[in-house]
């Protein structure tokens, strides 16, 4: 079974940054591609980022230029570098796992299939 774990939400001012960090404990991690999701109160779960096996990644349009996937191989680890934070980033932000092996990420929900808990991400005015 595969688990993953967020870490590094928390409440910041408009124009700060974050790191998430999502731990996997599975050891075959590096033929996952992995994505960041968002869901704030009231509003449906949306891609912000997303890292293919290789490397190759996906931003949705809010966040191009302002954040930043990455993976560690050898950690098992997948980070979302949040620069430039707005109050609309606000939400509870989760890691997702997809066995796909593809040159490009998966860009819709249905192909993750394992989730984290969630982190609480709250960029203030």
């Known amino acids: 079974q595969v688990q993953l774990v967020e870490s590094g939400g928390g409440l910041v001012q408009a124009g700060g940054s974050l790191r998430l960090s999502c731990a996997v404990s599975?050891?075959?991690?590096?033929?996952?591609?992995m994505g960041w999701f968002r869901q704030a109160p009231g509003k449906e779960r949306e891609l912000v980022a997303a890292?293919?096996?290789?490397?190759?990644?996906y931003y949705a349009d809010s966040v191009k230029g302002r954040f930043t996937i990455s993976r560690d191989n050898a950690k098992n680890t997948v980070y979302l570098q949040m620069n430039s934070l707005k109050p609309e980033d606000t939400a509870v932000y989760y890691c997702?796992?997809?066995?796909?092996?593809?040159?490009?990420?998966?860009?819709?929900?249905?192909?993750?299939?394992?989730w984290g808990q969630g982190t609480q991400v709250t960029v203030s005015s």
């Open positions: 890292i293919s096996s290789g490397g190759t990644t």
């Open positions: 997702a796992a997809a066995p796909i092996l593809t040159q490009r990420p998966p860009i819709n929900r249905e192909e993750y299939d394992h």
């Open positions: 599975r050891r075959t991690f590096s033929v996952y591609a």
